[in-house]
Structures are given as structure tokens and as C-alpha cells.
Nanobody, 123 residues
Framework: QVQLVESGGGLVQPGGSLRLSCAAS????????TGWYRQAPGKQRELVAL???????NYGDSVKGRATISRDNAKNTVYLQMSNLKPEDTAVYYC?????????????????WGKGTLVTVSS
């Protein structure tokens, strides 16, 4: 199993920056991809950014150019740096870890979610 704990959320003014952290524990070696997703009230969860075990990255269209995902393997932590924040970035941000395991229920890779951290962008 993998446990994920997010931190770094809070209230930020428009145009500001923040860095979110996702600390992983448990079966770290089984993780293939770690991603950040977000869900705003009344909206579906969407991809913000993800990073693979070999360092490849991918970003959601809504944050391209404003977000950077990185990892510190020594700390088992993935970071999401976001700048030029907008009110529409307000959401609960979740960390996700996809593993080499198989989930027979969803018939796909076994993955884990953190509990989320709230980011509010407002003046």
C-alpha cells in the first residue's frame, strides 16, 4: 500500500504563488507515476500535472506555463509549484500515485489518493 499526505494549501491572492507537497510512504518502489489533480465545487476532478518515475512530466491545459511538478526521491516527496494563481485555480488539490499493481475492480493500475489540500485564490 501507499500512503499520500498533501500539504501547502491555503489562501493565496490572485497573482500569487504556492508550493504543494505530496509525501509518500509505504510501497514507494511500486509507484510509477505521481500526479496532482484538483476538484473545484460542482466540477469534475481534473489533471493538474503528473511526473513519472523516470522524470517525464505532463500538465493540464489550464495550468500550462504556470505549474511545475518536481520530485525529491530522497524525501519521497513530489512538489507542485504554481504561479500567477487565478481565482479559478481554487479547488481541493489531490495527490495520486499510480503503482505497478493491478486493481481487479476497475481493471486498471492500482492507485492511491491523498485526502487533499484546499487552495483558495481570493483577494
Amino acid at each position: 500500500q501507499v500512503q499520500l499526505v498533501e500539504s501547502g494549501g491555503g489562501l493565496v491572492q490572485p497573482g500569487g504563488s504556492l508550493r504543494l507537497s505530496c509525501a509518500a510512504s509505504g510501497s514507494i518502489s511500486s509507484i510509477t507515476t505521481t500526479g496532482w489533480y484538483r476538484q473545484a465545487p460542482g466540477k469534475q476532478r481534473e489533471l493538474v500535472a503528473l511526473i513519472t518515475s523516470v522524470g517525464s512530466t505532463n500538465y493540464g491545459d489550464s495550468v500550462k506555463g504556470r505549474a511545475t511538478i518536481s520530485r525529491d526521491n530522497a524525501k519521497n516527496t513530489v512538489y507542485l509549484q504554481m504561479s500567477n494563481l487565478k481565482p479559478e485555480d481554487t479547488a481541493v488539490y489531490y495527490c495520486n500515485a499510480q503503482t505497478r499493481g493491478w486493481d481487479p475492480v476497475k481493471k486498471g493500475p492500482l492507485d492511491y489518493w491523498g485526502k487533499g489540500t484546499l487552495v483558495t485564490v481570493s483577494s
